[in-house]
């Protein structure tokens, strides 16, 4: 029986054109999550990366970074801890507010999620201008913890927020 051909999750990736509005081409994971052969795929490249780092806790950024944040956590050995927007943790919570183009936002996890001297990979699904990332960073630091790096499943190069990220390590598996 010949093997599976070899997976390309950027195959994976849907473009809708004009969403959530004109001039925007929205990049779709979600076809990606709907075939478990290129879910595992990316999640096994996701790990690879970082395999053998002695990463203690893989902490995601709500929403669509806590589905892969999960199973990368379980690939690495490691805990998983959501960041969470306001109100959404029942715990008690470090909280850190961020600037947006348009106003601010908050980020937030339990204060007892990440102690100090923890190695941390911060994951999301998309790295656009970097906003969130850097206040998860932020965050994370806050809790007196070390970031090992910023990983992401996609990167829209052309925004720029690698750059926002500054000079620590930044993981892309898909770049346009």
Not at 51 to 69: C, K, L, M, P, Y
Not at 111 to 129: E, K, Q, S
């Amino acid at each position: 029986m010949p093997a599976d051909p070899p997976i390309e999750p950027r195959d994976w990736i849907r473009e809708i054109p004009d969403f959530p509005k004109p001039g925007i081409v929205f990049k779709d994971i979600t076809p990606m999550l709907g075939n478990s052969r290129v879910f595992r795929a990316v999640i096994d490249r996701l790990a690879e990366a970082f395999v053998g780092r002695s990463i203690d806790t893989v902490a995601a950024a709500e929403a669509r970074g806590f589905i892969f944040g999960a199973p990368l956590a379980l690939a690495l050995g490691a805990g998983f801890v959501p960041i969470r927007k306001p109100g959404k943790l029942p715990y008690a919570t470090l909280a850190l507010e961020y600037k947006l183009e348009y106003g601010t936002d908050r980020l937030e996890m339990h204060n007892d999620a990440i102690g100090p001297g923890r190695r941390v990979l911060l994951l999301d699904d998309v790295l656009a201008t970097g906003g969130t990332m850097c206040a998860c960073r932020d965050l994370v630091q806050q809790a007196g913890a070390e970031v090992v790096a910023c990983a992401f499943v996609l990167e829209l190069s052309f925004l720029k927020g690698r750059e926002r990220l500054g000079p620590g390590e930044v993981f892309s598996l898909i770049t346009y």
